[in-house]
Nanobody, 118 residues
Framework: QVQLVESGGGLVQPGGSLRLSCAAS????????MAWYRQAPGKERELVAN???????NYVDSVKGRFTISRDNAKNTVYLQMNSLKPEDTAVYYC????????????WGQGTQVTVSS
């Protein structure tokens, strides 16, 4: 069984920064795609950033130039560096990983709250 554990959320003022981390643990697995999603109150969950095992990444337009996704394959960890945060970035952020064990499946973290407010 694979588990994803997130950390790094919190309350920050507009213009501030936060770094989210998500570590995968378990046995005999290979991580393919990793991503960060977010869900604001009353809204659907949206893809924020996506990164392949090669390091190729893409972002939703609203965070381009402010957020950076990265991964450490040796640590099975994905990060989301969030700079110049805006109130509209407030949401629960979820880590996602597409993982191959015996089969290929998607796994979610428990979610971490990010609140941007003065």
């Amino acid at each position: 069984q694979v588990q994803l554990v997130e950390s790094g959320g919190g309350l920050v003022q507009p213009g501030g920064s936060l770094r989210l981390s998500c570590a995968a643990s378990g046995s005999s697995f290979t991580i393919n795609r990793m991503a960060w999603y977010r869900q604001a109150p009353g809204k659907e969950r949206e893809l924020v950033a996506n990164i392949l095992s090669s390091g190729a990444a893409n972002y939703v337009d609203s965070v381009k130039g402010r957020f950076t996704i990265s991964r450490d394959n040796a640590k099975n960890t994905v990060y989301l560096q969030m700079n110049s945060l805006k109130p509209e970035d407030t949401a629960v952020y979820y880590c996602y990983a597409l993982i191959t064990t015996i089969m290929v499946g998607g796994y979610w973290g428990q979610g971490t709250q990010v609140t941007v407010s003065s």
